[in-house]
């Protein structure tokens, strides 16, 4: 790409392939922070009990990181949670790619996913939704992540039931639908 110059999409091929690329990053981050979290209540749990309200104590505890804090009047002197002016700076994801699918139709290429989010009056939201849905039509691949997210590492089941967690991938899908 020229420092100045928008590359659009080549196909609709093209275009999707870039939309599960990120996708894709989004999602394994998912799953590390979930294998994370998992190895840490493995660690910390002293019972069956523990293992099973994690997602309560888990909340409420941080004892290898930093504390958290409400509001930026809780925040200790001296630090902001704002991201450096240079970083501020530069277009994020969401809108390179949308500076690209519009070079797209200016050139008349063809893209499913924003001309029916255009026809429908879809936001950002709904289109990522759609991408969410089509993934793992696309590639079985997300069918897997989404699966492997959504149940208990250890493949326990409870009463013929499998524990759903959706911690890891409401996460994933709250990140990348922002």
Excluded at 40 to 60: C, F, M, P, Y
Excluded at 68 to 74: K, L, M, N, V
Aim: glycine share 8%; aromatic share 8%.
């Amino acid at each position: 790409m020229h420092s100045g110059q928008i590359e659009p999409f080549a196909s609709n091929w093209a275009y999707l392939k870039a939309e599960l690329h990120g996708l894709e990053r989004l999602l394994l981050v998912a799953v590390a922070r979930q294998r994370r979290d998992t190895r840490e209540i493995d660690r910390l749990a002293q019972s069956k009990a523990d293992r099973v309200t994690s997602h309560w104590w888990k909340g409420l505890m941080a004892l290898d990181q930093e504390p958290a804090y409400d509001g930026p009047g809780d925040m200790p002197r001296g630090r902001s949670p704002r991201p450096p002016a240079a970083a501020a700076s530069l277009p994020s994801y969401q809108q390179q790619l949308q500076l690209r699918i519009a070079a797209s139709l200016q050139q008349g290429i063809f893209l499913g996913i924003p001309c029916l989010g255009d026809r429908l009056h879809l936001g950002c939201f709904e289109r990522n939704l759609l991408l969410l849905c089509l993934a793992p039509e696309i590639n079985q691949r997300y069918g897997r992540i989404y699966s492997y997210l959504q149940t208990n590492d250890s493949g326990d089941s409870r009463g013929g039931r499998q524990r759903v967690s959706y911690r890891g991938s409401a996460r994933a899908a709250v990140a990348y639908l922002r």
